[in-house]
């Protein structure tokens, strides 16, 4: 506000100099971070067609873990019953020409988890990358 000495009175005006030393900063600050490059999330693209043909079509390696006939666990792989100490070895030939080394695993409900539990880590040392879990839904879809 300014005086002025003749009338006494006050003489309103707006002092822009803070206001362009703000501005006049916001913009060296702008300049200064726009050339930086942004960093993008990674995202797995799909491959083309001709390497998807390349591959067979496998059917999936599912294992079967239920009650036999008389109450004992059995095992089965992809629909073929064997005993428990075989199903490491023949998931393990199964897989030798495979590129896909998923494996999936449907149990049934009545089981203690540490059947379930023996039957991954069985999976697991057999050479398998992922364990998925099949619910009974899943495996009437996948007709197992």
């Given at each position: 506000?300014?005086?002025?000495a003749?009338?006494?009175?006050i003489?309103?005006?707006?002092n822009?100099t ?7 900063v916001l913009?060296?600050?702008?300049m200064?971070?726009a050339p ?5 999330i990674?995202a ?18 599912v294992?079967?873990?239920?009650y036999?006939?008389?109450?004992v ?5 992809n629909r073929?019953e064997?005993?428990p100490d075989?199903?490491g ?9 495979r590129?896909d080394r998923?494996v999936?695993l ?7 988890l540490q ?5 991954v880590?069985t999976?697991?040392?057999a050479g ?7 619910t ?9």
């Amino acid at each position: 506000m300014a005086f002025t000495a003749a009338t006494r009175s006050i003489a309103s005006e707006i002092n822009v100099t803070p206001l362009i030393d703000v501005l006049l900063v916001l913009l060296i600050i702008f300049m200064v971070i726009a050339p930086i490059p942004g960093r993008g999330i990674g995202a797995a693209l799909p491959q083309s067609a001709t390497h998807a043909a390349m591959e067979p079509i496998s059917a999936p390696l599912v294992v079967q873990l239920y009650y036999g006939d008389r109450g004992v666990p059995a095992y089965a792989l992809n629909r073929q019953e064997m005993a428990p100490d075989e199903v490491g070895h023949r998931l393990a030939a199964a897989m030798e020409l495979r590129q896909d080394r998923t494996v999936f695993l449907h149990a049934d409900e009545r089981f203690d988890l540490q059947y379930v539990v023996g039957a991954v880590n069985t999976i697991r040392r057999a050479g398998a990358s992922e364990i998925a879990l099949l619910t009974r839904k899943d495996c009437n879809q996948m007709s197992c």
